[in-house]
């Protein structure tokens, strides 16, 4: 059988870097090529790198067919999923595959609505059931972020800012991010400037991409409201006249503990006479508090 090499499906997953590939040869050189190419009819799905190692050394290697397949978006499905599962995979890797995948099902859901909505109008073709345009898929789940994000194993914020990266970086932020020369968070802020700005940044290298992130974090800081100057506070002190009313009332009751314990009448006289500032205190916070 000749295999076909689809250039689409060979890109479609970002490649193997120069040493990622390297140490795959020397395996295969060394082991042979354990896995199985997997084919749906002639056309190459998984394994273009094994296969073309094995090419260029005149190694065999097997072949499985995968039936199941009844679309190029379900052979597209298929390599995000096997790729989503393996841990070589880098994060903002991960997070772009996710987002391919909810776009087909989300392109496949409008496509549904589409034909029900035909079907309800009367205006549906007989024959478009049994035509290729039918979709030949069960209908599909709305997928948030949230279970984007746990597929993915990425929180819903990282997903988020692959999702800015992919709609707004330019071309050199998003290879600065996928060779790893700033973060994923850095990438995400860059987005957020002119076009021109960010190649200007991505020409200046790792430090200038970082500075510029900065810039955008910085401008969309929000500033720090002053916080309440610890200023005398307008505290109203009990007057003399409550003073004497409750140490009267204190000293009252005390007198039946007898005449062997005055400095405990003392100290509970002190006590209570704090206790009456303390609250004065609090109150004049509440005032405070209210009048911000």
Known sequence: MDIVVKEELKAYIDPLTADEHDALERSILAEGCRDALVLWGDVLVDGHNRFGICQKHGLPFNTVQNTRFQSMED?????????????SVSD?????LALRKRDILSARKQVEQAQLQRESDGTADPADDAGEDSPPWEPAPK?????????AKLSTSQVGMIERIHAQAAA??????????????AAAAVADLPEEEQRAAAAGGKDEL????KR???AKRK????K??????????????????????????LEQLGEDAPALRRRVVALTRENDTLRAQLAALRRQLEAL
């Open 75 to 87: 052979v597209h499905l298929w390599m995000i999923e096997q790729h989503l599962g393996r841990r």
């Open 92 to 96: 903002f890797q991960r997070g772009v």
């Open 143 to 151: 997928v948030s972020r949230a279970e984007l994000a746990r597929e």
């Open 172 to 185: 050199e932020v998003v290879e600065a991010v996928k060779a790893g020369v700033i973060s994923i968070s």
């Open 210 to 213: 970082k500075q510029a992130a």
């Open 216 to 218: 955008v974090r910085d």
């Open 223 to 226: 500033p720090r409201a002053p």
């Open 228 to 253: 309440p100057e610890a200023a005398e506070m307008d505290f109203e002190e009990p007057s003399e006249d409550e003073v004497a009313s409750r140490d009267a009332e204190v000293l009252s009751a």
